[in-house]
Every structure is written in C-alpha cells, then in structure tokens.
C-alpha cells in the first residue's frame, strides 16, 4: 500500500501561481503512476493530470493545458502539480491518486489509492 498527504493549497487570486504537493509513504513510491484529480463543489471529481512511473509521460485535462505541469522525485517520493495563471474555474479540492502499474490513467477508477485533498480557492 501506499499513503498519500497533499500540501499546498490555499486562497489566491486569479492570474496567481500555486505548487501543490503530494508525499507518498509505504510501498516503493516508483512503482506507481501517478495523477491529479479535482472535485468543485456540486460536480464529479474530476482528472487533472497524470505522470508516469519514470515521469516521462504526461497527460493533462486541456482546460489546463498550458497553465498546469506535473512532475515527480522518485528519490523524494514525491509528485507535484505546479499551478500557473490560475483561474476562477480551478477553484477545488485537489486530489493525488497512485496507480500500481507502469502507465496512468485519465480515469478516477483507474487509481488504487487516494490522499485526503487540498483545497484550492481562486479570487477573481
């Protein structure tokens, strides 16, 4: 198994960047592909970004393509989500998710094991 704690979050302005961060604990953190998933209020949790074990491969929702990167350190079990030009529209709780197999998916299912969520606000 492994444990996932987001950091990061906070109340900032539209147009503002923020660096969100997930720590993982347990089982071999490289092993794992990861992902970023929002949820606003009233709506489905939504797939934000992806990475793979290696951090070679990315994928994004493309309302933030251009805005949003995802990177990852395997030798600090770590992943991150770097926020740039941040919108109105961004405004959520922010999930990590890791997957046991080599490749990430853009689906919630898709994903074995979740952190509790930061949270997000973004001021116009």
């Known amino acids: 198994q492994v444990q996932l704690v987001e950091s990061g979050g906070g109340l900032v302005q539209a147009g503002d960047s923020l660096r969100l961060s997930c720590a993982a604990s347990?089982?071999?953190?490289?092993?794992?592909?990861m992902g970023w998933f929002r949820q606003a209020p009233g709506k489905e949790r939504e797939f934000v970004a992806a990475i793979d074990r290696s951090g070679s491969n990315t994928d994004y929702v493309d309302s933030v393509k251009g805005r949003f990167t995802i990177s990852r350190d395997n030798a600090k079990d770590m992943v991150y989500l770097q926020m740039n030009s941040l919108k109105t529209e961004d405004t959520a709780v922010y999930y990590c998710?890791?997957?046991?197999?080599?490749?990430?998916?853009?689906?919630?299912?898709?994903?074995?094991?979740w952190g509790q969520g930061t949270q997000v606000t973004v001021s116009s």
């Open positions: 347990g089982r071999t953190f490289s092993s794992y592909a």
């Open positions: 998710a890791a997957r046991s197999t080599r490749g990430f998916s853009m689906f919630r299912s898709g994903y074995n094991y």
